[in-house]
Each structure stands twice: as C-alpha cells, then as structure tokens.
C-alpha cells in the first residue's frame, strides 16, 4: 500500500484525507520483508511490514504490524476470499502442529 496525504497534511489515514493505493511491492522490498519475517519464533496469519529507505538505499524497518485494524478489502476484489483461504490453511496447519505436540490426539 502507499499511503499519501493530502496536500498540505502530514496525516495519511484516510479519516485526515489521505489516499490508500495498492502496489505491487518490488522483490527487493519483498525480499527485506520476508528476512525480517523469518525473526519470528511463529508465522503469523496477516503481517505488514512498514519499510523504509536508508542513506544507501537499502530497507530498514519502520513498523511490523502483527495486528490490523483494516485488511484494505475495499482494494482488491479478491483480497477477502485470499484471505478467508489463507486463514483455513494457518488456523488447520495450526490445529495438526497441535494435535502432533500432544502425541496425536485431539482433545
């Protein structure tokens, strides 16, 4: 997402009038993402990692939001389906990495 204010605003939430626009990230971008993921003892469902750029022009992160208040549906007409899909996936690989610490048995 690029989140851009309105002119003359430094707010970019769109209660202030800023803009929210989906992009497709760079491999670069996504690359320094996924390292900073990997730092992560478990994989969580949903992850937004805020980067930034530095003096050499490599990534350094901003923010690491494990918990968002708004998934932009709005943005992508199949973004809520994904997203259903993706949390049928992590909530059974979840529930198997459980049963498998147990010995096997569902309780």
């Avoid at 209660?15 to 929210?20: K, R, T």
């Amino acid at each position: 997402m690029i989140k851009t204010p309105k002119p003359l605003d430094f707010r970019v939430q769109e209660e202030h009038g800023g803009e929210i626009l989906p992009v497709e990230p760079a491999p670069a971008c996504i690359a320094a993402s996924a390292g900073i993921l990997r730092h992560l003892k478990t994989t969580p469902l949903y992850a937004r990692v805020d980067l930034v750029r530095d003096p050499d022009g490599g990534f350094v992160l901003m923010e690491l939001e494990l918990i968002e208040p708004a998934l932009y549906f709005r943005t992508n007409d199949e973004a809520a389906e994904r997203f259903a899909a993706a949390f049928e996936r992590w909530i059974t690989r979840w529930r198997d990495d459980e049963v498998n610490l147990k010995g096997g048995h569902q309780e």
